[in-house]
């Protein structure tokens, strides 16, 4: 039996901050993460879950080569990606993209969303300005949009279709992992639901794989194929979805799952099926 390389792998991952002291107390080092290990194999989604400052932001950043850890082994398909030591290549860079919270901070409010789209073949490509425009107006129908919105502002749309013109962007370079951090919880719960649609339909489409870092337990029920619980900076238990919400294990994870309010999946579920089946029934 064959086996196959992970697309992203950590392994004992730690994040180290030094905090300045004051007059009368001395700087000292903060551990946001200590010893973090995980695998993902291509087309399927690492969920990372925990509360407000347990260190999964700091995590998804290390993942999206966006920050270095202080210590540890970071490979993606395969090749070390250490940053720490050299800037990584253009071949890397564009294999890992992120998709942040809030859309309209990571578009540029003065560029058009066809240069938002086109930017990022500017810089890492040599195609010809007919096939960057060819390959942006075809991306913003892949993201259900529409070649008229090519010449219009991030201001113009509505928080959505935001977040739709970041998943666009964030495809441009085809890569093979997406970093998706709280992607939808700007979100009201429909559009939640367009927005995970969409994102199934295109991990399916071009096999992607996604790291993908939620508070809601909803969300990472639909979406995940495997679950990372983390708190204060360590990786409390790790497994499947099905493993993880039938019998949690740790104190921490049950905690967690009890306290956290859960929107009924199967009403996202719900709203999914009937938005693909109106997309079937009238296709664009």
């Not at 979100?187 to 649609?197: C, E, K, R, Y």
């Amino acid at each position: 039996m064959t086996v196959s390389t992970p697309v992203v792998e950590g392994r004992a991952i730690v994040q180290d901050y030094n905090v300045p002291g004051s007059l009368f107390t001395g700087s000292k080092v903060v551990r946001a993460l200590n010893g973090i290990d995980f695998a993902v194999e291509k087309g399927k989604t690492l969920a990372i879950v925990g509360e407000s400052g347990s260190g999964k932001s700091t995590l998804a950043r290390i993942i999206a080569l966006i920050d270095a850890p202080s210590e540890g082994e970071l490979r993606i398909d395969g090749e070390l990606a250490d940053i720490r030591r050299r800037r990584p290549t253009p071949a890397l860079r564009s294999k890992v993209q992120m998709v942040f919270q809030n859309p309209y901070g990571s578009l540029n409010p003065r560029q058009k969303v066809g240069d938002v789209l086109m930017e990022p073949l500017i810089i890492n490509t040599d195609y010809p300005a007919t096939e960057r425009r060819d390959r942006a107006e075809a991306m913003l129908k892949k993201v259900d949009l529409q070649p008229e919105h090519f010449n219009r502002y991030p201001h113009m749309f509505s928080g959505g279709q935001r977040q739709r013109i970041a998943i666009a962007r964030a495809l441009m370079l085809n890569p093979a992992l997406l970093v998706l951090d709280e992607p939808v919880s700007a979100l009201d719960l429909s559009v939640q639901a367009q927005v995970l649609n969409l994102l199934s339909d295109l991990q399916e489409e071009f096999e992607l794989t996604y790291v993908f870092v939620s508070h809601d337990l909803s969300v990472v029920r639909y979406i995940a194929d495997d679950v990372m619980v983390i708190s204060k900076g360590v990786a409390v238990e790790q497994g499947s979805r099905e493993a993880l919400f039938a019998n949690p294990q740790h104190p921490y994870t049950q905690s967690l799952f009890a306290a956290t309010p859960v929107t009924d999946v199967e009403a996202i579920r719900a709203r999914v099926a009937r938005r693909k089946a109106a997309r079937l029934s009238h296709p664009v």
